[in-house]
């Protein structure tokens, strides 16, 4: 959060008697610092920085509520791909033991998507406070979908690549949602 102070400036006229009181109002906001420095220090704080950059690089001159909508955008886009590459896997897997486990990476995803709107209804309403715990909650469905794997047989490649890339998502989330509430990490 940014800080805020005010200042009295007293112009008086001795001649006159008559003086004047002009009160400044300065705020800072953190979510007017500018990017491209904003993007690099958010990265170099992620999992996986050039993923960041990738999804971030474009924010040239953004602030960081700016940044949070892009990257709001690309988190659902991330975790329908994950989504969708699941409900494939369920349909056409033939093995009921795998088939089981991509259900259950299902339903995390479902629960993850539905974090991932909370989300974005705290940021809209720029109720900063909440977003670390709903990133942290995104982030923690998706580990538990990678626990079905930690087991042979090993998680498919296109699961596993989009899976990634959400927990490099996740990972962005998380900073930018610390970086929201004034926790710089």
């Known amino acids: 959060m940014g800080a805020f102070s005010m200042v009295k400036l007293g112009v008086g006229n001795s001649r006159s008697n008559i003086s004047s009181d002009c009160w400044f109002d300065f705020t800072y906001d953190e979510t007017d610092v500018k990017a491209p420095d904003l993007v690099s220090e958010i990265c170099s ?3 996986n920085p050039s993923t960041c950059l990738q999804v971030l690089g474009k924010e040239n001159g953004g602030n960081l509520s700016k940044i949070a909508q892009t990257l709001t955008g690309s988190a ?3 975790a329908f791909l994950a989504y969708d590459t699941l409900q494939l896997l369920v349909k ?5 033991f795998l088939k089981d486990r991509y259900q259950s990476c299902l339903g ?3 629960r993850a998507i539905g974090d991932l709107a909370e989300w974005k209804k705290f940021l809209n309403s720029r109720n900063y406070q909440n977003l670390p715990s709903e990133a ?3 982030s923690k469905e998706i580990e538990s979908c990678d626990k079905n794997f930690e087991q042979p047989p090993s998680e498919p490649s296109q699961l596993k ?7 490099d998502i996740c990972s962005i989330l998380v900073v930018v949602s610390n970086r929201l509430t004034g926790r710089i990490i």
């Open 108 to 110: 995390n995803y479902v």
């Open 45 to 47: 704080k992620t999992r």
């Open 92 to 96: 056409l897997e033939k093995n009921s």
């Open 136 to 138: 942290k909650a995104i």
């Open 76 to 78: 659902h886009t991330s």
């Open 161 to 167: 690549q989009t899976t990634q890339y959400f927990e």
